[in-house]
């Protein structure tokens, strides 16, 4: 595959969009909101349904937020969103990270939250948000870390997972252990300037246990990831069965807990 190519490799299946949804600037971009004020000029990259695009717009405002994706679809879900909260400060676009259709110095703050992971190039995707933001100003990136996944109790079904899952996303150009790579990617961007951190979520209560299984075991087997699973040769349709049965096998017991690691960045310009 191409440098600068890749292929997102969760789609948009509901199972999918019900863990974006869920996502807020607190429990996704807590990292980067002490860098916020009202007035500034933000660009989200990768807004997918908007759930932390708007919590951005209203920690800025009157600043604007430009959000944009590289799936006009699902952009569609975003202007509903910021509709729903009756946002007026959000405006949104089609986009690609590795080629953005906007002036140098453009914003103020310049934010993708797991985007690194799914782009071809994410260097080149670094220096363009680099280059779109305004000297002084900040460039955040968070990503997870999906070979540092950790759960218990242990089921071997979800270790095959685990690692069908890295190989489906590395033969769609992205690198799904983005998280540790965050700084060696920004460094080689060219910022000096960086503060890495980590954060993690966990699923441990009933609800979450059940929620977190449910998409997965829905994902793996109804999503874009199950269909370039199967025609990538990579597992087969009752292999991806299997595996979520294991997932819901995981989310049924009473002492379950999952933990997700993300690397973050912030980088000055």
Request: glycine share 10%; hydrophobic share 45%; net charge negative.
């Amino acid at each position: 595959m191409p440098k600068g190519t890749a292929v997102y490799t969760h789609g948009h299946h509901e199972s999918v969009l019900r863990s974006h949804r869920w996502r807020t600037a607190a429990n996704s971009a807590a990292y980067l909101i002490g860098e916020l004020h009202p007035g500034l000029e933000v660009l989200d990259v990768g807004c997918g349904p908007g759930t932390i695009t708007a919590d951005l717009a209203e920690l800025v405002a009157p600043g604007q937020v430009t959000a944009v994706d590289a799936a006009e679809d699902v952009l569609h879900q975003a202007r509903g969103t910021a509709a729903g909260r009756g946002l007026d400060n959000v405006r949104f676009a089609v986009a690609d990270v590795h080629a953005l259709e906007f002036p140098d110095d453009s914003f103020d703050v310049v934010h993708a939250h797991q985007v690194l992971q799914h782009v071809g190039d994410p260097v080149r995707a670094l220096r363009e948000m680099r280059r779109v933001c305004r000297p002084g100003g900040i460039v955040a990136a968070r990503d997870s870390d999906y070979g540092a996944f950790t759960w218990f109790p242990a089921i071997p079904a979800l270790d095959e997972w685990q690692h069908l899952y890295q190989r489906v996303a590395r033969a769609n150009g992205g690198e799904p252990d983005a998280g540790r790579r965050l700084l060696s990617w920004a460094r080689a961007a060219g910022f000096t300037d960086i503060t890495a951190t980590a954060a993690t979520w966990c699923f441990a209560t009933p609800a979450e246990r059940a929620w977190w299984s449910g998409l997965w075991a829905d994902r793996t087997t109804a999503s874009v990831y199950a269909k370039l699973a199967v025609e990538g040769g990579h597992a087969s349709a009752g292999q991806l069965a299997a595996i979520a049965d294991a997932w819901r096998e995981w989310g049924s017991q009473d002492d379950a807990w999952f933990m997700v690691p993300h690397g973050e960045v912030i980088c000055r310009a």
